[in-house]
């Protein structure tokens, strides 16, 4: 790897050209024309969510008629990994007052509350604990703290208009008022936040936000967060057991129609266990490895929806879900790094957003869905993208701007690990420009429930990216670390409170199971599909084809 | 529907644009496979034909699940990164070591202080660094995790946490050391202790959690949550947006909603 290839660094030349003339617009303050209400919504028919073939209705289950991508659909109209009726519910493996499914930021604070509170935890979780999209998380997590110019009444006016003002109320306003308190918790636990000399919380703006409430941990606040939570959690070894490379595959009900644990697959050994709970929250994150309409994702190997399908399974309803983020900048080049998030701020500090002419197309800084849909049109319609030598098409994020405006060395301060990577690429960001396209990022809807985390399954409780209705159709930055910690500890509270209290004892079943399938097959589904997925396929299909005798599950082996 | 478009590398449907990639030879676990040049290692494994459940987390540089080490057949040199990152090279002996057993301390960091002796308490072992090294060729993140243990035995928690900032606790580090220490554990350690005791508390996010306990904001929220959207759009349209890159000391127009 050698840098950029020739024919690219002759397009970039033109990058260069018109760079001067930009700066100094810049300079003088003189933006590209943001788009008036009007122009955006036209502009908005080339986002992917506006494209009518994208989404079809589902024709089981609860949500009967609500059409989303065919992706979710896919794995909502398939059958169970297991055949239910070989599970011998009699023969329990585990058992524990909540079980928590999968250890991402929502889970694991969901865990340290629930001890709190008393109950015996079990996280368990497909990969290692930690490997989840709360790792990945960048930018930085909202709360409204700063009094002298804010409070959580203008953080709900944000969240509702990024959220175009369809967000559940309710959660909305959980959301805010609990933020502060999220943010002295993370403290109190040693999370080292960017601060001033007088601990004041550095704090900055994010897209859609109208004061300056972003507070993070340099560029790695999710991981920050994250390995703060897990740490705290692995103190508590007595009380939280976490079992690693353990996917849920199903819901366990009783005979009260209550939820009380769950079948796992063990990702290695293969084999299938069940754990009793008396409470369960799932907290399995997102899915943009489903790669909606063939697009590249940010998110982390595990991001799947599985937690939607097997919930859904059990009767809980869907939301929000004929949405999906799409972050504008996601490297497209070189090939190693595709997906990977440029982060906004990239933009925020001044890199022009370029067709292949060298020309500005739309300003950096629209919303995310505009901005994702102007570099779409102009590589499709408008016919002005940059071809790749990896046969793909993408826009040049001027990066070199940044430190011409801000002063040398700026864009390698700011961004380390972004300037760390490239490196290796031998691309020096603070010289030449980033091709990026729109990658998939976050799932903005997800599995209906309360501001107390239930759903309506009696000891089932859900949190994080897995939910719906906090964000309404669009997600602000910051705006989801900060729920998953919100939501999290309440689910933590919630169902330790139902665990000790309110379960009830009762056969054990995968009825639910059953009846799924049967109405699959009066539907007229006739599929070998199974969810949940677990892992997207990436293995290499040349090598497939001869693998004469291994057998796939799915996607997994 | 149905059709799996692969995101991860080009297939021969996708097409290569202008023409193959080059293959190069890599020796995963010293077997032989040959894998197009421009491939991550995680990459290279899955074009090998392998299905990855360990080693593979975020498969963006920041999780550590995919500690690689590797050498070249001329060289005297271990060299060492995170598969997600680094790209093939031709002849690459390379394995992942995506887990290596290390202690980890058990602590309530409400009882202990931010000094020298929690640290010797609690990882006593950390005194037996020889300062060889040996940990800082062998971290994937370019961290100076000797340096960090030099100020870790001197109870220098703000050098430890500074210094191992970006630690993605792969365990590279651990692996190599002569001593048998786990210097990773001993970094979030000092983190969590430097966050918590040593970086001041910031005022405001108390003050604020006071004053929402206090009931300030509910009368305020419960009307924006009654408003219909005709309402909220107005409301929201007439924010005051605090400019960008605005000092503590800024203040909005309406207090009123503070
Ligand atoms: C690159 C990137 C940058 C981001 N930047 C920001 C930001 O700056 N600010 C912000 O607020 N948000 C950001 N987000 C969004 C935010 O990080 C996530 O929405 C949030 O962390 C999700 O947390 P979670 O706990 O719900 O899910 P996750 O953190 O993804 O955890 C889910 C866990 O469940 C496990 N799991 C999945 N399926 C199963 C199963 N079947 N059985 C058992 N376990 C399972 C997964 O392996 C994982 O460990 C970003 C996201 C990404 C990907
Ligand atoms: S490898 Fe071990 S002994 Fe050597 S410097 Fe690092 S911690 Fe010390
Ligand atoms: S310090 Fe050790 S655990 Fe941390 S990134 Fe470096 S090698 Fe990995
Ligand atoms: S897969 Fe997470 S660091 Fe490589």
Redesign the pocket.
Known sequence: MAGYPPELKRLIKKVEETRPARVERKKRGEEFPMLSLREREERLKFHPDYKGESRREIRVGPNKGYAIPHEIVDLLEARSRVDPDQIDLSAINHETDVLIIGGGGAGTAAALFAQERGAKVIIATKLRHGDANTMMAEGGIQGATKRSKDSPYFHYLDVMGGGHFKNTPELAYTLVIEAPKVIAWLESMGMMFDKSRDGTMLTLHGGGTCRQRMHYAADITGAEIMRTLRDEARNRIEDIRVFEFSAAVELILNEHGHCAGAVFYNMETEEYFSVKAKAVIVATGGSGRLHYQGYMTTNHYGATADGLVIGYRAGVRLCFLHTYQYHPTGVVYPEQAEGLLITEKFRGAGANVLNVDGEQFVNEREPRDVESASVIRECTTVGKGVSTPTGKVGVWLDSPMIDVLRGEGTAQREFPGKHILFRRYEIDISKEPILVYPTLHYQNGGLEFTPKCETVIPGLFIAGEVTGGIHGENRLMGNSLLDVCVFGRIAGESGAVYAKERAKEGRLTLEHVKKYHRELEEAGIVTDRVAPMLLPDYSNPEVRERQLTAHYVGTIR | MGKRTRKDFPTKEEGRGNGEIPKVPVFIMGKRYEVPASLTIQKAFEYAGYQLIRGCGCRGGIC?AC?TVYRFPDSHKIE?GLACQTVVRPNMYLTMIPFFPANRAIYDLEEIRPDLESMIKLYPDVMRCVQCNT?TK????D?E?MD?MAAAMRGDLTKVAKL?F?????????SRCPTEIA??HI?ILARRLYGKYILPKSEHTDAMVKRIEEGRYDSMLNNLMKADEDKLKRLYNEREIEPEGAGEDWKPKDSQYL
Do not use: K, N
């Open positions: 550590g500690g060492v940990c062998s971290c994937p993140m961290i995790v960090y191992s970006d630690c993605v606790m792969c365990g590279l580090c651990a210097q990773y970094a």
